[in-house]
């Protein structure tokens, strides 16, 4: 199977690879897998005090096109706030990334990462 | 001979409805069905019949390859159960899970590069345990507890150890080949 050049271009040059300190004021931690392919993504968010997101990082064991969707994600999430993040919807990712439609999982893995990412800073930062 | 397509795979084997499963008892009822449906047996009738048998032999076939690997065998018993296992869907494992999973990939990744077989070879083992755990927890949650939805998520977890299982032999044989 061909990998269109932007799922190329991510995957030989990630973006934003890496992890933040687990105790850096604003981090939140989105784990998430896809049982078809046994791809594991950690999508981390560094949330400003005015609820932008400043950077974000990631670690993804999977596909030439799990990569290159949560490398796409972490440069799409930065400066957006939260709830902004949130609407970043899969068919988005995978019409950027022009996936064939075996691989809309990876697209569905990194929607659902940042899902993750901001329920679990949600969950650090109710009060 | 004549196969009800609207037959599952363990009445067609003749079979319990069980995970628990006596491979011998599988093989030796894959063998019966298979000389009763053997295309050389339809040789001398016409196209339409000799057509059918094909499509006998390769259901036959396809019923042996579901119930002898664990992993199938538990997804179809979900599937006819009606449980959908969501294994395209469902990327909510346990986080403690997927932490895990990460390490193992780091590790698998870190011996691989470093040339380190001892290492994988330790992997792979430690692995195999593991794996054995989880399946023997799968039969418990399926035969014993009927906890169907406990089985769904064993079963997704199950790919993901099996996924690494693959990615450790793959390392090892691109080392010693």
């Given at each position: 199977?061909?990998?269109?050049?932007?799922?190329?271009?991510?995957?030989?040059?990630?973006?934003?690879?890496?992890?933040?300190?687990?105790?850096?004021?604003?981090?939140?931690?989105?784990?998430?897998?896809?049982?078809?392919?046994?791809?594991?993504?950690?999508?981390?968010?560094?949330?400003?005090?005015?609820?932008?997101?400043?950077?974000?990082?990631?670690?993804?064991?999977?596909?030439?096109?799990?990569?290159?969707?949560?490398?796409?994600?972490?440069?799409?999430?930065?400066?957006?706030?939260?709830?902004?993040?949130?609407?970043?919807?899969?068919?988005?990712?995978?019409?950027?990334?022009?996936?064939?439609?075996?691989?809309?999982?990876?697209?569905?893995?990194?929607?659902?990462?940042?899902?993750?990412?901001?329920?679990?800073?949600?969950?650090?930062?109710?009060? | 001979?004549?196969?009800?397509?609207?037959?599952?795979?363990?009445?067609?084997?003749?079979?319990?409805?069980?995970?628990?499963?006596?491979?011998?008892?599988?093989?030796?009822?894959?063998?019966?069905?298979?000389?009763?449906?053997?295309?050389?047996?339809?040789?001398?009738?016409?196209?339409?019949?000799?057509?059918?048998?094909?499509?006998?032999?390769?259901?036959?076939?396809?019923?042996?390859?579901?119930?002898?690997?664990?992993?199938?065998?538990?997804?179809?018993?979900?599937?006819?159960?009606?449980?959908?296992?969501?294994?395209?869907?469902?990327?909510?494992?346990?986080?403690?899970?997927?932490?895990?999973?990460?390490?193992?990939?780091?590790?698998v990744e870190e011996?691989?590069?470093?040339?380190?077989?001892?290492?994988?070879?330790?992997?792979h083992v430690r692995?195999?345990?593991?794996?054995?755990?989880?399946?023997?927890?799968?039969?418990?949650?399926?035969?014993?507890?009927?906890?169907?939805?406990?089985?769904?998520?064993?079963?997704?977890?199950?790919?993901?150890?099996?996924?690494?299982?693959?990615?450790?032999?793959?390392?090892?044989?691109?080392?010693?080949?």
């Amino acid at each position: 199977m061909a990998y269109s050049d932007k799922v190329l271009d991510h995957y030989e040059n990630p973006r934003n690879v890496g992890s933040f300190g687990k105790d850096e004021e604003g981090v939140a931690t989105g784990m998430v897998g896809a049982p078809a392919c046994g791809d594991v993504m950690k999508l981390q968010i560094k949330v400003g005090k005015d609820g932008v997101i400043e950077d974000a990082k990631f670690k993804t064991y999977g596909c030439g096109s799990a990569i290159a969707s949560s490398s796409l994600v972490t440069e799409w999430v930065k400066g957006k706030t939260i709830d902004q993040a949130l609407d970043i919807k899969n068919t988005q990712i995978a019409e950027e990334l022009a996936l064939p439609p075996v691989k809309i999982h990876c697209s569905i893995l990194a929607e659902d990462a940042i899902k993750a990412a901001v329920a679990d800073y949600r969950k650090k930062h109710q009060a | 001979m004549s196969i009800d397509p609207t037959q599952d795979y363990f009445s067609l084997f003749g079979l319990q409805r069980t995970y628990a499963m006596d491979e011998a008892v599988l093989e030796a009822a894959w063998h019966r069905l298979q000389s009763q449906v053997h295309p050389d047996r339809y040789a001398h009738l016409p196209d339409v019949d000799k057509r059918r048998a094909m499509q006998w032999a390769t259901r036959v076939n396809e019923g042996f390859r579901t119930l002898k690997k664990p992993l199938a065998r538990a997804r179809y018993l979900l599937e006819l159960a009606g449980v959908d296992v969501g294994v395209e869907t469902n990327t909510a494992m346990s986080p403690e899970f997927l932490m895990e999973q990460m390490e193992w990939r780091e590790a698998v990744e870190e011996a691989r590069a470093a040339a380190e077989v001892e290492e994988l070879e330790q992997l792979h083992v430690r692995l195999l345990h593991h794996a054995r755990d989880v399946r023997a927890e799968l039969g418990r949650q399926i035969d014993v507890d009927h906890d169907l939805a406990g089985a769904a998520d064993t079963v997704r977890r199950l790919m993901f150890i099996e996924k690494l299982q693959h990615e450790i032999d793959e390392a090892l044989l691109a080392l010693e080949g």
